[in-house]
């Protein structure tokens, strides 16, 4: 009889021992799952996304709801892949709040396709599109692409016409001008556009001498309506011909 006695009762600590890492697993999966569930994002540095929005993008998949699963996914696992986007870095606040600063990529200009705006980078990568155009990104015009597709290199038929596109683009970014629209015609002359201002600018080999003078150039011309030719602008030959035209 004390001999079944110790049996059993090595049994039972067997048991116990055994059962004691699956309820501290269920324990610890309850608490993840209904202890941390995330109710509040603090995000800084996204301008193409709503909070809402952007959660509901890096919620695909499986448990991103709950604040530790998504953290840990953000901190240390593949990061999902998100247009505009560039990076996204989070720090845990409580275990129903997270914060995310948000890099978003360098977009450089966009162009007009099937109804949307396609953006791409100073690489000429196509980054995402928007159904409307923003302010801050000109539209460029004139130039035919064979393929589009989104994270890889813009196609087009001329090369050459494409890094022009990204040469003018990142010049427009760099002398902070308010362009609009670009426009390129078959002989590669550009023709960009401001509020009521057209600018002329032909052909040449670089676009960095128009472009510089153009800054100051054109806050002298706020409020004015018509055309400036500076197809023959050089640092030589500084002359600006303004052509107005009546309402």
């Known amino acids: 009889m004390e001999f079944r006695s110790k049996e059993r009762s090595g049994i039972l600590q067997y ?3 055994w059962l004691l890492p699956v309820l ?7 608490y993840l799952r209904f202890g941390c569930s995330l109710t509040r994002l603090e995000v800084t540095g996204c301008t193409y996304y709503e909070d809402q929005e952007l959660r509901s993008l890096l919620s695909e998949g499986g448990f991103e709801d709950q604040t530790w699963f998504l953290y840990l996914k953000l901190k240390f696992g593949d990061a999902p892949v998100i247009p505009f986007i560039e990076q996204i870095e989070v720090d845990f606040v409580d275990t129903h709040t997270l914060r995310l600063e948000v890099y978003e990529k360098e977009i450089i200009g966009c162009i007009p396709y099937m109804g949307e705006y396609v953006c791409f980078d100073k690489d000429g990568i196509m980054v ?7 302010e801050d990104i000109p539209e460029v015009t004139g ?8 994270n890889e290199k813009m196609d087009t038929p001329r090369d050459e016409l494409f890094q022009l596109v990204l040469n003018v683009t990142q010049l427009i970014r760099q002398y902070e001008l308010s362009i609009r629209r670009i426009d390129f015609n078959y002989g590669l002359e550009i023709t960009m556009y401001t509020g009521d201002v057209r600018i002329l600018l032909g052909r040449r080999d670089q676009y960095d001498e128009p472009l510089s003078a153009l800054s100051g150039i054109l806050k002298e011309a706020e409020g004015m309506k018509g055309t400036f030719h ?3 602008y050089s640092r030589k030959n500084d002359k600006v011909v303004f052509v107005t035209e009546e309402d």
Not at 128 to 134: I, K, L, W
Not at 143 to 150: D, G, M, N
């Open 15 to 17: 048991k116990i021992l």
């Open 24 to 30: 501290l697993v269920a324990a610890t999966f309850f």
């Open 128 to 134: 995402g599109s928007v159904t409307e155009r923003r």
């Open 143 to 150: 130039i035919a692409y064979e393929r589009i597709v989104y």
């Open 230 to 232: 500076m197809e023959e």
